[in-house]
């Protein structure tokens, strides 16, 4: 028989006939080992849980047109190219404009958006019916819904007036010579007032028309069929004076809103005319915030209203450290001419904020844990020398050396921190696993590391542990233990 087979079957003898003693060790060591092994497996897979936890709170980037920049689909694109497929939860691009609805009197905020991506970033929007599915389906915002008494199914005839929009880019808004200017002013009720100049070779007011079918009918509605009140622009120069014109008695307020409305205008680089389209309310839209004062339309029907394909803004929700998402806006900046990423502060400082609280949280856990099953195994070891000593003794006496002795007591614990380590690396992956689907309400992904990893750990555990026992063993005297003493 050879010294190792020799020294193992000693080692397991001595295991076999205190079992009860070495069950409690091995159990201590096994429930130690299953803690931290569950603990680091969802320490380690929690980013990715507690970023899809997050998603649920909305975007947490930004994408914005620079300065001289512009932000539409191809740009958008250009973008999110830069950011890994697998890390992109969702991208949804929002354009705003005004849109009147004429009947009611009422002007309402409009964001033309992808209605498949901002289910996925922003999941927490509660729709009453169903998200808008086809061309000329809208979703309302519950409070616009109250206000104008639409129900899901109901029609809504909405316009597009052309107004602010500048093709110029001049500080004068493109009032030259011979150029028509539009805008757009709040009258009445908060209906729009929408205005169109043509000026002369002098820069003077050659014509006026205006729109004001928003206002009242036959007070506000009526006044740009009073001549006298429109024909008296004529020959004026911009800015126009509110002192210098006789306002309509009885529409004092549709009349300042025509004043204001043609101090604004500014050139239009094309003859843009109103647009006005049928929608069906597919759904309405509770949220608790501002968007419940909005309606929605797709991209598609925005741009058939304006005939513009250009963004304001997109919103990113993104599956990554608040680390990485500062790389990937970098990266966006140096890489485009045209767009800029913004981080959602409020989403990725509470991300990192959590994050850091759980890694204090398991290092104590873990600390915690560790000193109590270094005390239970050292406890159960001393127990075991205390009983041996007549036997360690005797093996002295006949010439064992202090060696052998350490070597033994030191394969027991190595042995049954081996045994640990396995079933705690087992039972720690179920115990993680009920805890993400209890707690994250996902399965989590078996860490390939996981066994080696607990297995050594309770090694090192156990061999920790019998280092006072062992010492204690080394220091028994031979004499005085055949003695009797």
């Known amino acids: 028989m050879t010294k190792r087979r020799m020294f193992l079957r000693m080692v397991t003898a001595s295991l076999l006939r205190r079992r009860s003693r070495m069950l409690i060790a091995l159990l201590s060591i096994g429930i130690g080992s299953t803690i931290l092994a569950g603990l680091v497996t969802i320490y380690v897979d929690v980013p990715r849980q507690m970023g899809a936890q ?32 697998d890390s992109l939860v969702g991208a949804a691009p929002y354009c705003y404009t005004r849109l009147d609805m004429t009947s009611r009197q009422q002007s309402f905020t409009a964001a033309g958006t992808d209605f498949d991506q901002i289910q996925k970033t922003s999941p927490y929007f509660s729709v009453e019916g169903n998200y808008p599915a086809k061309s000329r389906e809208i979703l309302v915002g519950r409070e616009i819904a109250e206000t104008i008494g639409v129900k899901t199914g109901s029609d809504m005839v909405l316009t597009w007036q052309p107004g602010t929009t500048s093709g110029s880019g001049a500080a004068d808004g493109g009032r030259l010579p011979g150029s028509v200017l539009s805008g757009q002013a709040e009258g009445f009720g908060g209906g729009m007032v929408y205005v169109t100049a043509s000026l002369d070779k002098e820069s003077r007011i050659a014509s006026l028309t205006a729109d004001t079918s928003s206002q009242t009918p036959e007070i506000g509605g009526a006044v740009p069929e009073n001549e006298s009140f429109m024909e008296q622009f004529a020959g004026m120069t911009l800015p126009v004076r509110p002192e210098d014109v006789d306002v309509v008695s009885g529409a004092t307020v549709t009349s300042t809103a025509i004043v204001n409305a043609l101090n604004t205008a500014v050139a239009t680089t094309t003859a843009v005319r109103p647009k006005t389209l049928n929608f069906n309310v597919a759904g309405i839209l509770t949220t608790g915030g501002e968007e ?13 209203m304006t005939g513009s394909d250009r963004l304001d803004v997109a919103e990113l929700s993104i599956s990554a450290s608040a680390g990485q998402l500062e790389e990937y806006a970098e990266l966006i900046g140096e890489s485009s001419d045209s767009v800029q990423a913004r981080l959602v502060k409020r989403v990725t400082r509470s991300e990192a904020s959590v994050l850091e609280k759980l890694t204090g949280l398991v290092f104590l856990v873990t600390l915690v844990v560790l000193l109590l099953t270094m005390i239970c195994v050292s406890t159960t070891m001393t127990a075991v020398v205390s009983e041996r000593r007549r036997e360690i003794g005797l093996r002295k006496a006949l010439g064992a050396s202090d060696g052998s002795i350490r070597a033994e007591f030191l394969g027991e614990g190595l042995f049954l921190g081996l045994l640990g380590g396995v079933m705690g690396a087992v039972l720690g992956f179920a115990f993680a696993q009920a805890v993400s689907v209890h707690v994250f309400g996902s399965s989590i ?17 156990a061999a920790l542990s019998c280092l006072l026992p062992i010492r204690r063993a080394v220091a028994i005297d031979p004499a005085l233990v055949l003695k009797g003493e």
């Not at 947490?60 to 512009?70: A, Q």
């Not at 078996?446 to 090694?459: R, T, Y």
């Open 54 to 85: 997050f998603r649920s709170y909305g975007a947490n980037m930004l994408l914005l047109p620079k300065e001289d920049g512009t932000l539409n689909r191809e740009s958008l694109q250009a973008a999110l190219n830069t950011i890994p497929a």
């Open 445 to 461: 992904m078996f860490q390939p590391l996981l066994l080696p990893a607990a297995i050594l750990v309770s090694m090192t555990i």
């Open 292 to 304: 419940e004062g909005y309606v929605f339309l797709s991209l598609e029907d925005m741009e058939t």
